[in-house]
């Protein structure tokens, strides 16, 4: 059991200026708050932070991090608040137990070996300091120490999560030795019969073994001498996980491993490592194609050390690694050998960043040069958030990515169908940010489908492209909609002749037919060609929402005369036929088209009201407005000369006909002395007075409302 003055004492051995009295007020705060727990050995729960800070100050960590292993799970298994720590221990610490807090509660389900990269990342993320992972690295290994105590199931669950999450996460740091231990353990726990067969298989020869060990280190040592080298022969027994995998990779016995010993020459700079080499390969003859050179090309956790094989005496394979007292340090504690204590370095905010950069290039483990300089460029560590699925499945997103991002990274379908998400369980808006660890729900409907405001919500290529795609796709198909009905029109039952297509300059009749919809073939030029006059106005019934739009200038509604123009990327757009805008030059290539009502289709137009001053007219007119069925989008006040008012309203209409009963109503109204529509309304969107409509709104027509309002939100 660890004490707590064998780590003081560990720490002011590395650290003579360190805190010494901090860290034992960490341990007596932490006593008193785990009082009274137990861990499931029925040890003292005491013993397990105790545990944590003594592996922490065998790396030689700061005195920060030792605390936080003493304080690691008060916060998130007693009542101590992370006020509380900040109080008594600062910001620093209260930052690396919060981290720790935060990376306890994720837990890792999915037996995906892709998902467990991302799981990987996601702790990191979390992580945000290196210092909060290594406590955490020193938490599960003394979890892993005292595995045995658990039950079956557990152990199982966080056997493999060790193995999937946390020994390779100690290998990317490079605290080799932590790697090692955890996958021993695991190994010991998910296949004990596996692992107590090998155990007895080394024992058996662990005599032969030792006798051959201290025979070649002897020789080594001599021939080293010899060359007047200075340098330290380490022979050492593989551990027994990497035997096993060995074995399982390679499908042989335990009899077939010849490896089983590997040698460590420890020399004093790097010009030795070479010269030792040379006398290695003079001593036996080197196996061609093992030796590497990872001191001039470092592996990318930073580990750095020569490598050999050799056929050692009775042909004997012997893997040699060869490096200086610190790349030896580092090939074992890894990062951990980087974090020692510096006198004077007071302060770590200043250092986050470059925290950050150590993570981000640790995080790469790729043997490609350029790829690893890109990837630190791309800086992928602080630029994603890791987000689960329903199922527990993890997505990693870009910062900034919103939920439609990830329905579409779900699926193209579950993103064109998407209703709405709940994240964490709550409904949230198509523009909220998505953050770490968020479980997101997707909810489809089939009748959804995207709205062009989704552009401005979503943050990846994919989703933007899926949704342009849709659109395209969409516009084309009404492209030759549009074209098929107009050739029908023109050419009655004839089929296209290929003079018709030649003088056109199209290739076939699928082309005619888009080019027609599109506007690019004007009707009238198409009429020539064919030798026709005129042709019946085009009908729209059918057509979808999002493919038509009433033009804004004129604000035309179902019933009214519409000329249609074809608009790439809006979709067919109607103007009143008396639009302004529309030249009678220009009215020739716009296709006359037969609007009629769509059930809940709402269209916007304008309507000019006057009226003899009196007290809550506008409340009168407002309210009678709203129990016609119809909505205020906008309202303007004119006050005209005497006691005349002239109200300007954009409201919102089903048809003529619709907008017939709310005139109608509106004339009823006492004080009302004139009441028409007003196609130019000049109204739509200004601020002030859409303000001042939609408080209106929500005040007299809550009910009937709330029915449009719901529609639009959908639509958004
Ligand atoms: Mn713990």
């Not at 935060?102 to 990269?117: D, L, N, R, T, V």
């Not at 005292?146 to 152990?155: A, I, S, Y």
């Not at 093992?290 to 090309?297: S, V």
């Not at 001042?692 to 529609?711: G, P, V, Y």
Request: glycine share 6%; charged share 30%.
């Amino acid at each position: 059991m660890s004490r707590i003055f064998e780590i003081t004492e560990r720490v002011a051995s590395y650290a003579p200026k360190a805190d010494i009295d901090l860290i034992n007020r960490a341990y007596v705060f932490a006593a008193h708050a785990h009082a009274g727990q137990t861990r499931v050995s029925g040890e003292p729960y005491i013993t397990h932070p105790l545990a944590v800070a003594d592996i922490l100050a065998s790396l030689g960590m700061d005195e920060s991090t030792v605390i936080t292993g003493l304080l690691h799970d008060t916060v998130e298994d007693t009542s101590v608040t992370l006020e509380d720590i900040e109080h008594h221990f600062g910001a620093d610490i209260a930052r690396l137990v919060d981290g720790m807090t935060k990376i306890g509660q994720i837990h890792f389900h999915s037996k995906e070996h892709k998902q467990a990269e991302n799981f990987r990342k996601m702790i990191l993320a979390t992580a945000k300091d290196i210092r909060v992972l290594i406590v955490k690295l020193a938490d599960r290994l003394h979890n892993m120490r005292t595995l045995g105590f658990m039950r079956e199931d557990k152990r199982r669950i966080i056997g493999e999560e060790t193995l999937q999450i946390y020994a390779p996460l100690a290998h990317r740091l490079g605290i080799h030795w932590i790697k090692q231990e955890m996958e021993d353990l695991v190994f010991s726990y998910l296949e004990p019969d596996a692992y107590n067969v090998l155990l007895g298989e080394i024992h058996d020869r662990l005599e032969g073994l030792n006798q051959t060990r201290e025979r070649l280190e002897g020789i080594i040592q001599q021939a080293l001498q010899r060359h007047g080298l200075d340098a330290k022969v380490q022979g050492r027994m593989k551990h027994l996980y990497s035997i096993h995998e060995k074995m399982q990779r390679k499908h042989i016995d335990f009899n077939e491993i010849f490896d089983l010993v590997a040698f460590r020459i420890i020399v004093n700079d790097l010009t030795t490592c070479y010269q030792a080499l040379g006398v290695v390969h003079s001593l036996y003859r080197p196996v061609p194609g093992r030796f590497k050179d990872y001191i001039a090309l470092p592996k990318p956790n930073g580990y750095q050390s020569l490598h050999t094989s050799v056929i050692g005496p009775e042909n004997f394979r012997i893997e040699v690694q060869i490096r200086t007292e610190e790349m030896h340090s580092y090939a074992e504690e890894g990062v951990a050998a980087h974090w020692v204590y510096k006198e004077g370095d007071g302060g770590d905010s200043q250092d986050t960043f470059k925290w950050l950069k150590q993570l981000t290039e640790l995080l790469q483990e790729t043997e490609n040069p350029g790829e690893f300089l890109e990837n630190v460029r791309l800086d992928l560590f602080v630029q994603e958030v890791y987000v689960f699925s329903r199922d527990g499945d993890i997505f990693p997103l870009p910062r900034g990515a919103r939920p439609l991002d990830f329905a579409y990274a779900v699926h193209t379908e579950v993103g064109h169908h998407c209703v709405g998400v709940r994240i964490n369980g709550e409904i949230a808006d198509f523009s909220t940010r998505l953050r770490n660890g968020d479980q997101i729900e997707v909810m489809t409907s089939p009748d959804q489908s995207p709205s062009r405001k989704w552009i401005k919500f979503v943050k990846t290529p994919r989703a933007k492209q899926a949704i342009r795609q849709w659109f395209k796709r969409q516009e084309r198909e009404a492209c030759i909609r549009i074209g098929e009905n107009i050739l029908r029109e023109s050419l009655g039952k004839k089929d296209v002749g290929k003079a018709v297509l030649e003088q056109l300059q199209c290739a076939d009749s699928d082309e005619l037919k888009i080019r027609i919809g599109r506007g690019e073939i004007a009707v009238h030029r198409l009429l020539e060609v064919v030798g026709r006059d005129s042709i019946l106005p085009l009908k729209l019934m059918g057509m979808k929402r999002t493919l038509m739009h009433a033009a804004e200038c004129c604000h035309p509604i179902p019933g009214d005369p519409v000329l249609g123009q074809f608009s790439s990327g809006e979709g067919m757009v109607l103007h009143h036929r008396k639009c302004p805008s529309i030249s009678e030059q220009e009215s020739k290539d716009f296709l006359e088209v037969e609007w009629e009502a769509q059930a809940g289709q709402l269209f916007k137009t304008g309507i000019e009201v006057r009226s003899r001053n009196r007290r809550g007219m506008l409340a009168s007119v407002t309210q009678c407005i709203a129990s016609a069925s119809s909505s205020i989008e906008d309202l303007k006040l004119k006050q005209r000369g005497g006691a005349v008012t002239e109200l300007l309203f954009l409201v919102e209409v089903e048809d003529r006909a619709h907008l017939a009963r709310v005139l109608r109503s509106i004339k009823a109204v006492d004080g009302v002395v004139r009441v028409v529509r007003r196609n130019q309304v000049g109204l739509s969107g200004k601020p002030e007075s859409r303000a001042l409509a939609e408080t209106l709104r929500d005040f007299f027509s809550r009910k009937q409302l709330s029915k449009s309002d719901k529609n639009k939100e959908i639509k958004s």
